[in-house]
């Protein structure tokens, strides 16, 4: 039995950037009365904002949740609600975890008196990273009807109402009133768009170079137009700036969505060599089977790991201090490799131990029940008749 280890490449990319990014664009200075307050190196150094474009791969992460949904729904055997509810449970019950030991650790940090500034700061970025829940849980519900309606109608005029929707909120953004509230429903509309054309490629729908560079050069030259039009070339939001690409995600988090996935596909055959290699192939497995664990707890070990190291009352370079030049990056990069060791540690300490092969779950479960993260695909990815040129076929 095989897997799409392209996908799994993207999916291990799109966690790995995220995570990156997080750490890379958080500083954490240490006050003078021991606390700690949020910072950003994009804040003073505003030309590394295209390296956002890199970093920045939520809708690669939507786009693989998609496919994942996708094949894990035609494979389950239950009908759509036990798949729904073992899908939901795989999302909901790592988070209920994070916020539980969450709220034993702020309630033990709070005993111990650890100042109020560094208290609400570690609230803040540990329970951030949840929002991205409400948008998937929605998508991961609707994943049969959407799927039915790409199959009916084409991705193109599945992805265009979104799209439009996500227009139409910019729009009203800068025609309405500074401070106006509007609905949250860009967060919602602007990852669908990935999440159908994830839906898409699980169904063979998006195969062949020439689809590839479609998305690619599309979204490129959406970006180019979005940013003629003045929106922020930072792909993140950055602190003092009225407008964030990101919160809530406009257009150009949208076609930077498009372009990194045209761009993800024409390199499935290059990532498929470099899987077939020992190391990358274990690697990918490894940030595949915890993704979701890796994404919730990352924020909360750069807090942890940062706190810890304060309370010698000593600013360390790229740790607490401010990050106001290219040599906080450069300190930054080298506590990255101890932030990952602890991450790591984490994610493996709150795994589940293997199961014997050849165990399935009582009433047959089995395969068909597990998350797209840890079932194997079937023999092949695509079938034959709609998966195009021979270098997009397993």
């Known amino acids: ?8 490449a993207l ?22 009365g021991g606390g700690l307050h949020q910072a ?41 609600g036990g798949w729904l509810a073992r899908r939901l449970r795989r999302l909901a019950l790592p988070a ?18 650890i100042p109020d500034d560094t208290l609400a700061v570690a609230l803040r970025l ?23 309606a790409v199959a009916t109608w084409g991705v193109i005029r599945c992805v265009a109402p979104a799209v439009a929707v996500v227009a139409a909120a910019d729009l009203a953004g800068r025609l309405l009133p500074a401070g106006t509230d509007l609905p949250p429903v860009t967060v919602v509309a602007a990852w669908a768009v990935p999440y159908l054309l994830g839906l898409a490629h699980a169904d063979g729908r998006l195969a062949g170079r020439r ?11 959406a970006l180019a137009a979005l940013l003629a039009l003045g929106y922020p070339v930072s792909a993140v939001g950055v602190p003092g700036e009225g407008v964030s690409n990101l ?73 607490h201090t401010a990050p106001d030049g290219p040599g906080w990056v450069l300190a930054r990069c080298c506590w990255l490799p101890l932030f990952a060791a602890v991450l790591v540690t984490l994610t493996r300490a ?18 068909a029940g597990r998350s797209a993260e840890c079932v194997p695909s079937a023999a092949r990815v695509y079938d034959d008749r709609r998966s195009g040129p021979p270098d997009f076929r397993r």
């Open 96 to 113: 209920l975890a994070l916020l539980g030991a969450g709220a034993a650790v702020l309630l033990a940090a709070t005993v111990a008196g």
């Open 211 to 221: 689809v590839a560079g479609a998305l690619a050069g599309g979204g490129a030259a």
């Open 350 to 367: 709150g795994r589940r131990p293997a199961r014997p092969t050849g165990w399935r779950r009582p009433g047959g479960g089995g395969a």
């Open 11 to 32: 999916r291990a990319y799109a966690i790995g950037g995220v995570v990156l990014g997080h750490w890379l664009v958080t500083g954490l200075v240490l006050t003078a």
């Open 247 to 319: 919160n809530p995600p406009s257009l150009l988090a949208v076609a930077l969505a498009v372009t990194q996935v045209g761009v993800g596909l024409l390199a499935r055959p290059a990532l498929e060599r470099l899987l077939a290699r020992p190391l990358p192939g274990r690697a990918v497995t490894e940030v595949n089977r915890n993704a979701v664990r890796i994404y919730l707890w990352h924020q909360p070990v750069l807090v942890a790991v940062t706190a810890l190291v304060a309370r010698g009352g000593v600013a360390l370079p790229g740790l």
């Open 1 to 8: 039995m095989s897997r799409d280890r392209a996908v799994d």
């Open 40 to 80: 950003s190196p994009l804040t003073a150094l505003p030309g590394l904002a295209p390296v956002t474009w890199v970093l920045q791969t939520l809708g690669l992460f939507f786009f693989t949740a998609g496919f994942g949904s996708a094949r894990s729904l035609a494979r389950h055997r239950d009908g759509p």
């Open 126 to 148: 540990a329970v951030s990273p949840l929002w991205f829940l409400l948008p998937l849980l929605l998508l991961v519900a609707s994943t049969g009807p959407l799927r039915a």
